[in-house]
């Protein structure tokens, strides 16, 4: 009797305990935090792992041994670097040694061509049982990693540049023992930077080398004079080892055929309506390189170029975030993914299928997989999987074996993620429109309420298909999300992008409500549920949808939005280049005043019958906040219903994970007091 009783006890607790974990609910800090793991890389044997995760809100490297599973940490990056530095760059030089390059954000990485770029090379010799008999190096000449030369143990490609730029072959078994003190007889970094090690040289500053995958260094992007950047190809019989003859003269520079030169003086950089490319590494294609065109009123779009038969094509869009470096393939050099700043962090964001060759009208988040790296034998490789309902996770895969799960950007939330995924489209003005419609796994609580959230930008971003951390937040909390991809939208179609012009106030607006409509007519959708709420001019895209539609759209709310478009386009902060952009795609305010005030909502405010919320950071250089003050004034005024979010830290994209969650925690609660009951 005793037995039987204890039996259905633990069967009850189990019970309790699954159901318990299933209705856990996640709070916005678990949404709007630092991730885990970012990057796995496998070594060349492929038994090691070096792995970058984040502990504490400091990135940390550990080390990962594939056959025990165990993982031990090699170095946190506060010991290493000072300010606010991240790793740009992790690689395997050989089987037991790292390369790791710090880069502080703030001079290094933000501008491609700052010649004040802060940067240090960390090698992590590693011991696969043992943390303690690690032993860590350093080259202390200022410089930077060019290439692993992973066929070659212990050594790899450094650059120094300067009035002559050169590249060395440098051993780590020379370099000294990082944070030991030296004395004057102490050869820096063993002496290695000479002419016997010297690989390549060329005349002026160099800011890139670019190497294949064979080890040969074929371009170098150099500086002629201080605003002439040239591209500059190698000859053919340039060889890699080091040339005894050469040693001897007193420059060992290497013969070499200029293939475009850029002049970055003020009357060519306000020439903004054409293209201009930059090398970032070579492609795969022969005489080819993958560029970003400085012109881009951000950075987000990666082209193929040919510089030779000046030909080109876009090999990939980002769907919001600056890009500020690539990632590839070592063994092929094709493109896997980007480095973009991500609210302050360096992320890695690998590439799936382009959104323009999916089918529309999927009821299933599609899967994203990337291979990241594999052993030399391509027995071993680290892949990368993600979808809507997860966050990203990293395997390794062997050959002849199921892959294993190694780490995840989110664990917490992977766990808990079950929204359902629908993408369709629909017809607006003779243009295809597509849309994002996420719901909660909850079934037995519709109809939910519907968030209608608008992207920012809004020209050239897009909604991907992949995780979204505010839509899932929403659809854990119970509401349904729609994303529009509204004309002006990149990652589709060249013409979807391009019927943006001029339509900020206009048809972008009336794709978002159509959108809305369609959504409307399903049964698990309240209709008398609807907010809009959304980011920069997802801001201002959501008052008003409002202000037009409170019929529909009962409820608005707003962090960092624009509500008078004159105000914008005459802000100081803008530079020539972005005052032709706003002119060519928003208007001119000094012709068109009267039509751009009518689309404005701190002039609409007396129209308003909806509550709304307004969010704005008091060190936004993007949307001044100026424009919260402004619409709060008018508000006031016209006695009507808002709620006043400010924050005297934060700036266009919130500034920290802490802002944000401490955002979204007040949206939740004015959404639920709004509209949810």
């Not at 039987?4 to 318990?20: A, G, P, Q």
């Not at 960390?122 to 930077?144: D, E």
């Not at 850029?262 to 201009?276: G, L």
């Not at 925690?665 to 509209?675: A, D, K, V």
Request: glycine share 4%; proline share 3%.
């Amino acid at each position: 009797m005793n037995k039987l009783y204890l039996s259905l006890l633990l069967w009850v607790c189990l019970i309790i305990s699954h159901v318990t974990q299933a209705n856990t609910t996640l709070s916005a800090q678990d949404f709007f935090t630092y991730p885990d793991m970012v990057l796995a890389k496998i070594n060349p044997k492929g038994n090691l792992i070096a792995s970058i995760r984040y502990k504490n809100e400091q990135q940390i490297l550990t080390l990962i041994n594939r056959e025990t599973n165990t993982e031990q940490t090699l170095i946190d990056v506060k010991d290493y670097a000072k300010n606010n530095a991240s790793i740009k760059r992790l690689v395997w030089i050989d089987d037991t040694n790292i390369a790791v390059q710090f880069v502080e954000i703030k001079k290094g990485l933000e501008d491609l061509l700052d010649t004040k770029a802060v940067s240090r090379l960390l090698i992590v010799a590693v011991s696969p049982n043992s943390a303690s008999a690690t032993k860590i190096y350093s080259v202390r000449t200022q410089g930077w990693l060019v290439d692993p030369l992973q066929d070659e143990a212990f050594k790899f490609y450094y650059a120094k540049s300067g009035i002559y730029s050169k590249v060395y072959k440098l051993d780590v078994r020379k370099l000294l023992l990082d944070k030991k003190k030296v004395s004057k007889l102490t050869k820096i970094d063993g002496g290695q930077f000479k002419k016997a090690n010297q690989v390549i040289e060329i005349s002026g500053y160099a800011k890139r080398w670019f190497v294949d995958p064979a080890g040969k260094i074929k371009a170098v992007l150099h500086y002629n004079t201080p605003t002439q950047l040239t591209l500059s190809y190698f000859d053919e019989n340039n060889d890699k080892d080091d040339n005894e003859d050469n040693n001897k003269s007193k420059h060992k520079e290497n013969k070499a055929t200029e293939l475009i030169t850029w002049n970055f003086d003020d009357s060519e950089t306000s020439k903004s309506d054409e293209k201009r490319f930059i090398p970032i590494s070579l492609s795969p294609e022969k005489n080819s390189f993958y560029c970003l065109d400085l012109n881009e009123e951000e950075q987000r779009t990666v082209y193929q170029v040919n510089f030779s038969d000046q030909s080109e094509k876009i090999a990939y869009q980002a769907s919001s975030f600056k890009i500020i470096d690539l990632v590839q393939d070592p063994d092929t050099q094709e493109l896997i993914g980007v480095k973009v700043i991500n609210n302050g962090v360096v992320e890695n964001v690998f590439i799936g299928t382009s959104p323009s060759k999916k089918q529309l009208n999927k009821t299933k988040a599609p899967t994203l997989v990337s291979k990241v790296n594999e052993s030399l034998d391509h027995q071993h490789a680290i892949i990368y999987q993600a979808d809507y309902n997860n966050a990203g996770q990293f395997f390794i895969q062997s050959k002849g074996k199921e892959k294993r799960l190694i780490g995840e950007r989110y664990p917490k939330l992977n766990k808990q993620l079950k929204s359902k995924f629908i993408k369709a489209s629909l017809n607006v003005e003779g243009l295809t429109i597509p849309y994002l419609l996420t719901l909660p796994h909850n079934s037995q609580q519709t109809p939910y309420p519907l968030i209608v959230m608008p992207h920012g930008g809004p020209i050239g971003i897009y909604d991907t298909d992949y995780y979204d951390a505010i839509a899932q937040f929403f659809n854990h909390n119970n509401y349904a999300v729609l994303r529009v991809n509204f004309r002006g939208s990149s990652g589709y179609s060249k013409a979807l992008q391009e019927a943006g012009k001029q339509q900020w106030g206009k048809l972008m607006l009336e794709d978002i409500y159509q959108a809305s409509l369609k959504v409307l007519q399903r049964n698990d959708i309240n209709r008398q549920q609807v907010c809009a709420f959304g980011l920069s001019y997802g801001g201002y895209a959501a008052l008003m949808l409002t202000i037009k539609h409170p019929e529909i759209y009962r409820c608005a709310a707003s962090w960092a939005g624009v509500s008078d478009l004159n105000l914008y386009l005459n802000s100081i902060r803008f530079n020539k280049k972005q005052q032709k952009w706003l002119l060519e795609n928003i208007g001119d305010s000094e012709n068109n005043y009267q039509e751009l005030k009518a689309l404005s909502p701190v002039f609409l405010t007396e129209q308003l019958k909806t509550p709304i919320l307004i969010g704005h950071g008091n060190k936004d250089n993007i949307v001044d906040i100026e424009h919260a003050y402004r619409l709060k004034l008018m508000l006031e005024k016209h006695q009507k219903s808002f709620q006043w979010i400010i924050d005297p830290k934060a700036n266009h994209s919130f500034g920290t994970y802490e802002q944000r969650a401490h955002f979204f925690s007040q949206l939740l609660s004015f959404l639920n007091n709004t509209i949810a009951n």
